[in-house]
């Protein structure tokens, strides 16, 4: 989806030169993000800007993580049922949950089956009509195989469904519960189909949650109001507005005038100014992340094992560290950050030794002056905040051992798709986990099927550890998946298809005025039962 197509929304404020001022808008929350998004469905997306335009703003998914306890939780279904076997999962779904009135579509019926199996079926099945519209691409579903791991989702009655697997997998509930498992409107997508507007069900979204989108702008803000028959009994602003501002400098600037009350990663630089200011509140927690280089295997000499750690040897990465995340970060030893059961200390990592990947390197026929590329995030993302200045980093790292580095950098919707298309040489970039479960790393970034997903930026697709992470799967209790994830973290360290370097704090800034805002460790920022005091 193109950002242009977006531009559709902006009917009403195109003369509008300057938002409302938080303080003068006393049941208003005012959020400073980071960029545009791609889309208002994060089916189609799994970068960070639009799951926090969509998700949880807009949105329901079945079931929740407790953001405290990571416990999966009720949601738009109530209960539900496993049968012995693991493979067939019964959801009770909610009763009275009204989906959103909007200027273009009014609702004759509330939530039931038949929206589930629309929204699931969309991404599913090849033949479905919504299948191909807006792309056809559900990176997240598809890096995870859930197209083929249902064979069947069934209505049982107007409030039941039952999913039906080929094979049992462990992570299957997680995974409902992930930003990108939202519900849509089965109603709306039959209204658009008859006006020959299918499309606008991912520009002018229509959801059941707590917020609905007034209008947007692309690179300027999104209007959002509250939703009035939202179903949960929390506390909502009337008005919720994303003021779009790339720039972390600007973002802290109007955070302290009140032209926000929060913020999108506060740069790490800027936290100790945060902390010395009374009127700003600073949470922080540790990171279900890990940012990291990601080698194309699918090219010479990328293909390379031997070529890869000689180049990870180059790279002084606890340099990295003290230069990019100023002391918010702790060095990545696998793919997995510490609070995830499935991390091992003991694995060994390469340690920096130019002379050695000189040596190497020349061994493997890399003469002085070989060039590469360097693909560096436009953007700030929790797990990097300046990919740019990293790269730079690097490149004087690997002009050491004879490497020529090119850093390469687009426009986030420019550089995500040429990524995908495998146009790299390497890339910084990372990964923020959706749920609790392991699984959430090991197979989006480096299984086989995440490389058509474009999650996998390694391109490495090994048969060996493919086979590991799926058996994981297949047992409960986390000492016999342990035991398999050791086995794939023993294969990363060996391939290095990419070079964990860092898992970082997260970060949630804002005025001292909001109450009950609280850092989500699985996905995107949440506003609903957050208001102003």
């Given amino acids: 989806m193109k950002l242009i197509s977006l531009g559709i929304l902006y009917f009403s404020l195109i003369g509008c030169e300057r938002l409302i001022d938080s303080d003068n808008e006393p049941d208003g929350i005012i959020y400073c993000s980071e960029g545009s998004p791609s889309s208002f469905n994060p089916q189609l997306d799994t970068s960070g800007t639009t799951v926090d335009a969509s998700s949880h703003q807009l949105y329901d998914r079945l079931l929740d993580f407790d953001p405290i306890s990571g416990d999966i939780a009720p949601a738009l279904a109530t209960s539900w049922l496993i049968s012995k076997d693991g493979k067939k999962y019964t959801f009770q779904l909610r009763k009275d949950v009204h989906f959103h009135t909007t200027k273009t579509f009014r609702p004759t019926r509330t939530f039931n089956a038949e929206d589930v199996l629309f929204s699931f079926n969309r991404w599913r099945l090849d033949s479905h009509s919504y299948h191909n519209v807006s792309g056809g691409n559900y990176p997240y579903t598809d890096s995870l195989g859930l197209n083929r791991l249902i ?54 979204p229509v959801g059941t949650g707590p917020y609905q989108l007034v209008d947007y702008y692309p690179d300027r803000y999104i209007r959002y109001q509250q939703h009035p028959a939202y179903w949960r009994e929390t506390e909502l602003a009337n008005k919720l507005i994303f003021d779009i501002t790339s ?42 992340n890990v940012g990291f280089w990601a080698f194309n295997t699918s090219k010479a000499p990328f293909d390379n094992p031997e070529v890869r750690k000689a180049l990870a040897m180059a790279i002084d990465r606890s340099a990295l560290l003290e230069a990019i995340y100023f002391d918010s970060a702790i060095p990545a030893r696998n793919i997995v950050p510490p609070t995830s059961w499935a991390y091992q200390s003991d694995i060994k990592n390469v340690s920096y030794n130019p002379i050695a990947a000189k040596k190497l390197l020349r061994e493997q026929g890399i003469e002085d002056g070989f060039s590469m590329t360097i693909w560096a995030m436009p953007i700030e993302r929790p797990y990097n905040p300046n990919a740019l200045k990293m790269a730079e980093l690097m490149k004087a ?126 996905g995107g920022i949440k506003f609903g039962g957050v208001k102003k005091h």
């Fill in 151 to 204: 064979k069947d989702i069934k209505r049982i009655n107007g409030y039941r469904i039952e999913i039906t697997l080929h094979k049992r997998e462990s992570s299957f509930l997680a995974n409902l519960a992930t930003d990108f498992a939202i519900i849509l409107s089965a109603e709306y997508a039959d209204k658009l189909i008859s006006r020959n507007q299918m499309e606008m069900i991912d520009i002018q």
């Fill in 247 to 288: 720039s972390s400098s600007l973002r802290l600037a109007k955070l302290l005038t009140a032209e926000c009350d929060v913020i999108a990663l506060p740069a790490h630089s800027e936290l100790e100014v945060i902390r010395q200011q009374q009127s700003l509140v600073l949470n922080e927690m540790p990171g279900l």
């Fill in 397 to 522: 790292y690997l002009v050491q051992v004879g490497i020529e580095v090119n850093i390469v950098s687009y426009d986030w919707s420019t550089f995500r798709s040429y990524l995908t298309q495998g146009l790299h040489d390497s890339v910084l970039i990372g990964w923020s986990a959706d749920n609790g479960d392991p699984d959430n790393f090991y197979r989006p970034l480096l299984s086989c099927e995440s490389i058509k997903s474009g999650t996998n930026r390694a391109m490495w697709c090994s048969k060996e550890y493919d086979q590991i992470i799926n058996e994981a799967l297949q047992y409960e209790e986390i000492g016999e998946r342990m035991y398999f994830y050791s086995k794939a973290n023993e294969l990363i360290a060996d391939k290095m298809p990419i070079v964990p370097i860092a898992h970082v704090s997260q970060y949630q800034a804002y005025r001292n005025r909001l109450k009950g805002l609280v850092i989500n460790p699985y």
